[in-house]
């Protein structure tokens, strides 16, 4: 009776998904820091809001005044 030798499949659950060679978590920590540099722009924003509200006032002026130019 003859045997035949079967070659063993390749595991492809550990294969990189295509494009992803090398990069691990990368774009995982960087995002990361984007949303904390969010938050802390947003928070900053908040806390000036608070504690000026004039310059808020001012800010919001502007924006509009800014919006307005571009919109005509």
Partial sequence: MTER???PEPDISRRLPA???GRGNAGRRR???WEFL???LVASGL???V???DL???AVHTIAA???ELAS
Wanted: contains cysteine; glycine residues 12%; proline residues 4%.
């Fill in 19 to 21: 494009g992803a060679g």
């Fill in 5 to 7: 030798v079967q070659e």
């Fill in 38 to 40: 969010g938050m802390a």
């Fill in 47 to 49: 806390c000036l809001a």
């Fill in 56 to 58: 808020y006032a001012a």
């Fill in 31 to 33: 995002s990361a820091l």
């Fill in 66 to 68: 800014t919006a307005a």
């Fill in 51 to 53: 504690v000026s509200p």
